[in-house]
């Protein structure tokens, strides 16, 4: 059972650390707001598709709860896409990914802040680390350029990415108690429709790409890979051995996301991006591992 749940979160890690990189395949095929909508599109026909009768089920309870829902979906769904597909304009997908690393961090602290979650001092050492190589990350191995607040704009983006997925993750806290299915296509439909006036706006200012060729493999790649089977698996996972334990799982996303940057898109693997990795996963590790067991 736990080789089988192991599989499934290794393989969800690894669809979501395929995401920078097709976006950065995506550059001049498709822009980053039609690449979103499309992906939401195919996304919520196959989603709805398949879980209509749920759907039915828990709509008495899902009806009640729909401000929350679509909040999750133009939060984490949309908000979290836009800015990474946009960040890889101007970033590498490597960073893109390991910046991702923080998400955990700012979970943390804010469950510290609003929930008063108890801590340890060895999770505080572990997070601290894993922000510090999230800043190595950012700052392109120069710490000293973040107090002259000369970061790529590209990694402004992507920080304000990962801060979005972190609400959205802080808000799952209150979802209702409805089926995975139907927590995933509500918001999803959320998100398609969040990214319309997106759309509308890209091509207000003729930066809208329509999908060519290669455009249309990554809008399939992220509707089909990305959204569908990366949640199902960690769902199953999270089945299998808990929610604590899966989501150690998403560690290994800026790990793969680095991997196929380099092998795929043949990005420069820079010495200061192994070091922000063995900080960033050294120190969740340590801040799980040590963490209270009240928490």
Same mark, same amino acid.
């Given at each position: 059972m736990h080789i089988r749940a192991y599989f499934f979160l290794t393989i969800a890690a690894l669809c979501w650390g395929g995401n920078a990189v097709v976006g950065k395949l995506a550059i001049g095929h498709v822009s980053p707001m039609m690449l979103t909508l499309w992906r939401w599109a195919f996304a919520c026909a196959i989603i =709805?598709?398949?879980? #209509? +009768?749920? $759907?039915?089920?828990?709509?008495? %309870? &899902? !009806?009640?709860?729909?401000?929350?829902?679509?909040?999750?979906g133009a939060i984490g769904y949309t908000l979290f896409n836009v800015l990474l597909y946009s960040a890889v304009h101007y970033t590498t997908a490597i960073n893109a990914t390991i910046e991702q690393a923080a998400i955990p961090f700012l #979970?943390?602290?804010?469950?510290?802040?609003? =929930?008063?979650?108890?801590?340890?001092? &060895?999770? %505080?050492?572990? =997070?601290? $680390?894993?922000?510090v190589g999230v800043a190595l990350t950012a700052s392109h191995g120069d710490l000293k350029s973040l107090l002259a607040l000369e970061m790529n704009f590209g990694d402004v983006l992507m920080l304000g990415a990962i801060v979005g997925y972190a609400a959205y993750t802080i808000l799952l806290?209150?979802?209702?108690?409805?089926?995975? !299915?139907? $927590?995933?296509?509500? +918001? &999803?439909l959320a998100a398609l429709?969040?990214?319309? +006036?997106? %759309?509308?706006?890209?091509?207000?200012r003729g930066t809208a790409i329509w999908p060519d060729a290669p455009g249309w493999l990554a809008v399939l790649y992220t509707a089909l890979f990305a959204s569908l089977v990366a949640q199902i698996f960690y769902v199953q996972g999270i089945v299998h051995i808990g929610a604590n334990r899966a989501g150690l799982f998403i560690n290994l996303v800026p790990v793969f996301g680095t991997l196929l940057s380099v092998i795929i898109l043949g990005e420069e693997l820079a010495a200061f991006h192994v070091i922000a990795l063995v900080l960033a996963l050294?120190? #969740?590790?340590? &801040?799980? !591992?040590?963490?209270p067991k009240q928490t």
């Open positions: =709805f598709a398949i879980s #209509i +009768p749920q $759907l039915k089920k828990d709509w008495p %309870v &899902a !009806r009640q709860h729909l401000p929350l829902l679509f909040t999750l #979970i943390f602290l804010a469950n510290l802040i609003l =929930f008063r979650i108890r801590i340890s001092i &060895a999770q %505080v050492l572990g =997070f601290s $680390l894993t922000l806290r209150w979802r209702p108690p409805i089926d995975w !299915r139907t $927590l995933m296509a509500i +918001p &999803a429709i969040c990214t319309i +006036p997106l %759309v509308g706006w890209e091509i207000s050294g120190g #969740i590790a340590i &801040a799980e !591992r040590w963490k």
